[in-house]
């Protein structure tokens, strides 16, 4: 695997479709996903200026982050089970994956605990897949003035995994849909949202083109995972 190669080609990736999108490359951030990746993974990356990464399990991303620098900054990408919504709280600058008002509830409470104030992105399942967590859409709509009330909690934007398929073009309706969303949520909320986290490896150009401000990228800079259990 070569760390440097892969992260200049994905560089180019994304500056080639914010080109094709009329969009300013410094208006997308890449979060490099280490889930499954041990420390010295992170730490080669970090060598090469790299200093975001995404995490999706916080028990891992907790044993990992004592391991590296601490000048790097993490976020929360994967499902977040009310039992570690504390432990989130305290490792992550953005959670990416509310996905139930229940959940946001405990962050809240979680938050609140320790007087602190929590950004979040809401996640949102457009394609419907029972596989995936996320708000559906109407309900985010719905639920959204009762997140908003949660005053611990930041919502900074959305988040969503378009269904995986060997062909990115699939995605684009996805990202399409959850870029309509966030502007119906600005409606609501009467202020605008930063962020549009979505595009992984197979389909992150798409989403760049689409309007993603944060794309979460693993196998195409570190290769495939080792293989993880649960
Ligand atoms: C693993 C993961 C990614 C990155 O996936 P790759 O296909 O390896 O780029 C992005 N987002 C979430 C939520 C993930 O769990």
Redo the contacts with the bound molecule.
């Keep these: 695997m070569d760390l440097a190669a892969n992260l200049q080609a994905v560089q180019s990736r994304i500056a080639a479709a914010c080109a094709r999108a009329g969009r300013d490359p410094a208006a997308v951030t890449l979060v490099a ?1 280490t ?1 499954g990746q041990p420390p010295r993974v992170v730490r080669a990356a970090a060598d090469l200026g790299l200093t975001l990464f ?1 995490e ?1 399990k916080v028990q891992e991303a907790r044993a990992k982050i004592s391991l590296c620098p601490g000048r790097l900054h993490w976020h929360l ?2 499902h977040l089970q009310s039992n570690k919504a504390r432990d989130a709280v305290h490792f992550f600058e953005l959670i990416h994956s509310v996905d139930s008002l229940a959940l946001a509830a405990e962050i809240q409470k979680q938050a609140d605990k320790v007087a602190k104030n929590v950004p979040v992105l809401l996640e949102v399942n457009i394609a419907g897949e029972a596989s995936k967590f996320g708000h559906p859409p109407e309900k985010l709509l719905a639920d959204l003035p009762a997140l908003n009330a949660l005053r611990r909690l930041e919502i900074h934007g959305l988040m969503t ?1 378009a269904p995986w398929s060997p062909e990115p073009e699939k995605a684009r309706p996805v990202f399409r849909r959850l870029r309509e969303l966030k502007g119906a949520c600005e409606q609501i909320l009467g202020a605008p949202l930063a962020h549009l986290s979505m595009g ?3 389909d992150f150009e798409v989403a760049v083109e689409e309007g993603a401000t944060l794309v ?5 800079l570190f290769g495939e995972r080792p293989a993880v259990k649960g």
Aim: hydrophobic fraction near 40%.
């Design positions: 996903v889930k995404g999706n990408i994967g995994m992984m490896t197979g979460r990228i693993g196998t195409a």
